[in-house]
């Protein structure tokens, strides 16, 4: 077997994993560098999971395997291009591994692919035998009369027509009677203002500019096409259900909050219409043909606060980043107190419909949404599970009360719009079965051999046509599902790693949650380490497998395990489900996850803290290679990997903030990504197919 290829660098300064300074600032708000939210003394996950380790072996008599490519195997640092679109790994070395020399590469089915090695190459790398194109940029005009993208002249009106910034969220939607078109949808989570404005001035923002950043964020709706002779994507501008939604649209909020005196303001005195979508993360799709979108960090939009209610979310006392409040008083607190009560929900999109007005789900809870993803109950009835991605936060799920009607007919689509209206809204308790004594920081397994336990959903509120009941004393319904984080410390909700992506394995049922990093656990007074969390000064992350009673996803109690404990395969602490450990690609701050149909767990990552970039990865989560993981693509200097698709024959993923990285600007880039020298960097999306027309990994 041959051994791991040595990590490239040395993790970055004191950010939360691999993250920059830039991201932390513009991105969550410096969410990491403030006082932590959470000040219940409610327990913590890796408390939990330090109680519950060692109750398998670590190893299973699996084949040994060698994942990462070495050598030859990957393309060379010294002699990558500046920044080009299509880089991608060479051959591996002769032997036993993975597709080394001409032998074909082995792996779980999906998964027979040479990995990428770790790497610091400003460019997206892809497997040998692959291709891969730039579907869509920032700033590619999608609407009718948008203009072409010109970085030195941008304004708002245009903008507005173009495809926004920061991708992070993407669907692939079917288009009946459109052959080889798709409608792909995406979140445009933030704005990088120093690396979209030549000369720009972070203490003194122009109109023009802030109102640019309005426009670049929210949803993006657009068309493409297939080239049939190759997995290659290209936007179908003007289409007529081509659509942006951005920070001055319309939106309805729905639910129990609708009208509540909490979300009333001076320009909306109803407490139903809000104007704009902010930081929407990852999402989700639903059985009825509508996407979902996680409004995450929101609170760093809202100025000058004074309320304790509001530091619970981490909305500061004073000016923003950004400074919109200087443009629009509803984004200043002390002028419009209840302004932030409008976001931090789920937001669904009909996307068929370009003239429909999308809809805050408030029965799902306000918090920081890392995403939204359903599963339909044996009855069909939807239960969405989401993640506050937050230090010591919560995991939520909802249990919706209606059944989804089949069919594409008025009355049925009309029906399943409120699907999400009415049901019960869950925070989960969850706790090891190991002594807390064998749980003591650093990772080490407790002696059953496994992090595992169980757990439970706590109701905190429930949504009816007739009204909403809370289920937390000394809460309304209403302040349950405005203040959710506070009814989630009330009942005794478990403090998780950051929370983010939850998915649900379509072929197993099991869920997956991607807990990303938590670098204060342990740390001074804060929680320390727990089954669930097992690691103090949890800089690399993990993932959660759970399973719900009797697999059904309407459950009130579940099992729990630790899937796979992230960072270097080299370090003691790391876990990969029993597989071994030196036939593993390194793997640093899991985040978005997805599936493909043979139920393998794709993850990709955010601020890997290995000294390589971020990428994607694919793992097996079943037979008798459940943990092999090996590493499908990396991204560009800077820039974090979102929205993972895995179709049949090609895989998406969005390529976001590429060049954000410390001191960066326009006049100093990060990263010539995708374009070249002499260009601003952009995010964008791309597509992966093989070359030989093949479907992915067999």
């Given amino acids: 077997m041959r051994k791991l290829l040595p990590l490239i660098g040395t993790p970055s300064g004191s950010h939360p994993g691999g993250r920059s300074a830039m991201t932390c600032r513009f991105r969550c708000g410096d969410a990491c560098f403030h006082e932590v939210p959470n000040t219940s003394s409610n327990a913590y996950v890796g408390d939990v999971i330090s109680d519950a380790l060692s109750r398998r072996s670590m190893m299973r008599a699996a084949a040994a395997v060698t994942v990462v490519a070495a050598g030859a195997g990957a393309v060379s640092l010294a002699g990558a291009p500046e920044a080009q679109a299509a880089p991608v790994a060479g051959k591996g070395s002769p032997g036993k591994g993975h597709g080394q020399g001409n032998q074909k590469p082995k792996g779980a089915r999906g998964l027979r692919f040479t990995p990428v090695a770790p790497n610091t190459a400003d460019a997206v790398t892809v497997p040998e035998g692959y291709g891969q194109n730039v579907v869509i940029r920032w700033g590619e005009p999608i609407l009718r009369g948008a203009p072409a993208f010109d970085p030195e002249n941008q304004t708002a009106k245009a903008q507005a027509g173009q495809f926004g910034y920061n991708i992070d969220f993407l669907a692939l939607l079917p288009l009946k009677g459109e052959r080889g078109r798709q409608l792909l949808v995406a979140n445009h989570e933030y704005t990088d203002e120093v690396l979209m404005f ?26 493409v096409e297939e080239d049939r002779k190759s997995g290659k994507l290209t936007p179908v501008t003007r289409h007529h259900l081509n659509r942006r939604l951005t920070a001055t649209s319309e939106f309805r909020l729905t639910g129990p909050v609708a009208g509540s005196d909490l979300v009333k303001t001076s320009a909306d005195p109803t407490g139903r219409k809000v104007l ?169 397994l407790p002696k059953d051999g496994e992090f595992d336990g169980g757990g439970q959903w706590i109701p905190l509120a429930t949504a009816t046509a007739k009204g909403a009941v809370s289920h937390v004393d000394g809460m309304t319904a209403e302040e349950v599902f405005v203040f959710t984080r506070l009814a989630g410390d009330k009942v005794g909700a478990t403090k998780m790693d950051r929370p983010e992506d939850v998915e649900p394995n379509p072929v197993t049922g099991k869920v997956y949650v991607a807990l990303t990093n938590n670098t204060n656990r342990g740390v001074g007074s804060n929680p320390k380490a727990d089954e669930a969390n097992p690691r103090n000064a949890n800089k690399h992350g993990h993932v959660l497998e759970l399973t719900e009673q009797w697999n059904r996803p309407e459950s009130t109690r579940f099992a729990w395990s630790l899937f796979l404990v992230a960072g270097d395969p080299q370090d003691p602490a790391t876990y990969f489900a029993g597989f071994p450990k030196d036939s593993v690609s390194p793997i640093s701050c899991p985040d978005n996850v997805a599936f493909d149909d043979h139920g393998n767990l794709w993850i990709s990552t955010d601020g890997a803290a290995l000294g390589s970039h971020d990428g994607l990865f694919g793992v097996a989560t079943r037979g008798d290679r459940r943990g092999e993981l090996k590493q499908f693509l990396t991204v560009p200097k800077g820039a974090e990997t979102c929205g993972p698709i895995v179709q049949d024959r090609r895989v998406l993923v969005a390529v976001q903030h590429p060049g954000e990285v410390d001191g960066a600007s326009v006049e100093n880039p990060g990263s010539t990504w995708p374009d070249g020298p002499g260009t601003y960097p952009r995010p964008a999306v791309v597509a992966v197919w093989r070359t030989d027309g093949r479907d992915i990994g067999v």
Wanted: with cysteine; proline share 4%; charged share 30%.
């Fill in 276 to 444: 704009g979508t902010l930081n929407n993360c990852a999402g989700g799709t639903t059985p009825w043909g509508t996407t979902l979108h996680g409004e995450e960090n929101f609170n760093q939009y809202f100025a000058n606060s004074s309320r304790t209610t509001d530091k619970r979310y981490g909305i500061g006392t004073g000016a923003t980043e950004r400074k919109w409040e200087r443009f629009d008083k509803r984004f200043d607190l002390a002028q419009e107190p209840n302004e932030a009560h409008r976001f931090g929900y789920v937001v669904e999109l009909d996307p068929y419909d370009p003239d429909s007005v999308p809809r805050k789900r408030t029965a799902l809870g306000r918090f920081k949404h890392e995403g939204a993803t359903v599963r339909l109950t044996h009855d069909g009835r939807p239960v969405v599970y989401s993640g506050d991605d937050e230090r010591f936060d919560y995991l939520y799920k909802f249990v919706g009360s209606k059944r989804m009607r089949q069919g594409n007919s008025r009355s049925a689509r009309e029906h399943n719009l409120t699907l999400l209206d009415e049901g019960t809204l869950y925070v989960a308790r969850i706790t090891g079965d190991s002594p807390a004594i064998e749980i003591d920081g650093t990772g080490k």
């Fill in 198 to 223: 030549r000369g720009y001035d972070a203490d003194n923002p122009t109109r023009e500019q802030v109102e640019i950043g309005w426009a670049a964020h929210g949803l993006g709706i657009v068309v």
